[in-house]
């Protein structure tokens, strides 16, 4: 399933829980936050300068080799499986 970017964020106390593997493109994103992923998490794209992720879970593999970015910063990322860089 793909996610928009700015669909993609829940909030500190309601995070988003997306069941099963999603693809999240990030264009011109600058951060994703409080979710829980019980699938996979594949995100492809070139975000804004910056990029932030933050309070999140995923259950499956993470794979960020799809995103052309400079500086991604990681706050507060749980990942169960795999994570390709």
């Known amino acids: 399933m793909e996610v928009v970017a700015e669909h993609f964020s829940g909030t500190v106390g309601q995070p ?8 999240v493109n990030l264009t011109n994103a600058e951060k994703l936050e409080n979710a829980v992923i019980k699938g996979n998490l594949v995100l492809t794209g070139t975000p804004s300068v ?3 992720f933050s309070n999140i879970t995923v259950e499956g593999n993470l794979d960020v080799s799809k995103v052309e970015a400079d500086n991604i910063d990681f706050n507060n990322i749980t990942v169960a499986g795999d994570v390709e860089l």
Do not use: E, H, M, P
């Open 16 to 23: 988003k829980i997306y069941k099963g593997s999603i693809i």
């Open 50 to 52: 910056n990029l932030t």
